[in-house]
């Protein structure tokens, strides 16, 4: 059975940073692709960043230049670092994994992942 645990949600005053990790038991993350999506209250689900292979790494634009994915796939984790946080960004944070190659690869589409955590909450304070 997989699982995928989020950790390192928390309370922080807008310009912080905060480090997510999500940790997988039962399947590798690689070499599959990964990614990490949140959901604000009275909003749908929406992709943040993914990773599949150290050279393939995409963000969102809203993100862009503030937070980084990175995996480590000798520890099976995925990592968000979130850094220059605004009140925005506050949402409920999820990490998934596919379970097989996908192609097309479509690294923002909620379809291509078919393991996804519990969530960690992520509150930024003006």
């Known amino acids: 059975q997989v699982q995928l645990v989020e950790s390192g949600g928390g309370l922080v005053q807008a310009g912080g940073s905060l480090r997510l990790s999500c940790s997988a038991s039962?399947?590798?993350?690689?070499?599959?692709?990964t990614g990490w999506f949140r959901q604000a209250p009275g909003k749908e689900r929406e992709f943040v960043a993914a990773i599949r292979w150290s050279d393939d790494i995409r963000y969102a634009d809203s993100v862009q230049g503030r937070f980084i994915i990175s995996r480590d796939n000798t520890k099976n984790t995925l990592d968000l670092q979130m850094n220059s946080l605004k009140p925005d960004d506050t949402a409920v944070y999820y990490c998934?994994?596919?379970?097989?190659?996908?192609?097309?690869?479509?690294?923002?589409?909620?379809?291509?992942?078919?393991?996804w955590g519990q969530g960690t909450q992520v509150t930024v304070s003006s």
């Open positions: 039962g399947r590798a993350f690689s070499p599959y692709g």
């Open positions: 998934a994994s596919s379970s097989r190659l996908k192609v097309p690869y479509r690294p923002s589409d909620l379809s291509q992942y078919d393991y």
